[in-house]
């Protein structure tokens, strides 16, 4: 958690449902407002913290692909056979702005 100038604001790391990855949310601590900030399907958002004019939230993003590959015996080279790859998180509201008309 890390709170903006002021403190009545804050950004929290959390899971919505179980088994879903957790994002960032912003949430007004005394009115229970909260508004989801990252989304994503494969990624996690944790440690945020806030640049101390408020501006700016810089936070650990990490994903995961898992893959099946295979190896030579003879000449060491690999190829991959099947992989999940898995979408990176990207913010919230860049994902409305880019379904919106301009």
Do not use: C
Request: hydrophobic share 40%; charged share 15%.
């Amino acid at each position: 958690m890390s709170w903006f100038p002021g403190g009545r604001i804050g950004v929290v790391s959390l899971v919505e449902e179980q088994g879903e990855p957790n994002h960032l949310w912003i949430a007004g601590f005394r009115s229970g407002a909260q508004r989801r900030i990252t989304s994503g399907a494969s990624s996690r958002q944790n440690f945020p913290a806030i640049s101390p004019d408020g501006n700016k939230i810089l936070f650990a993003q990490s994903t995961a692909d898992y893959a099946i590959l295979s190896a030579s015996l003879s000449d060491a080279s690999v190829e991959r056979v099947i992989s999940s790859q898995l979408p990176t998180g990207m913010p919230a509201w860049a994902a409305r702005q880019e379904n919106s008309p301009t």
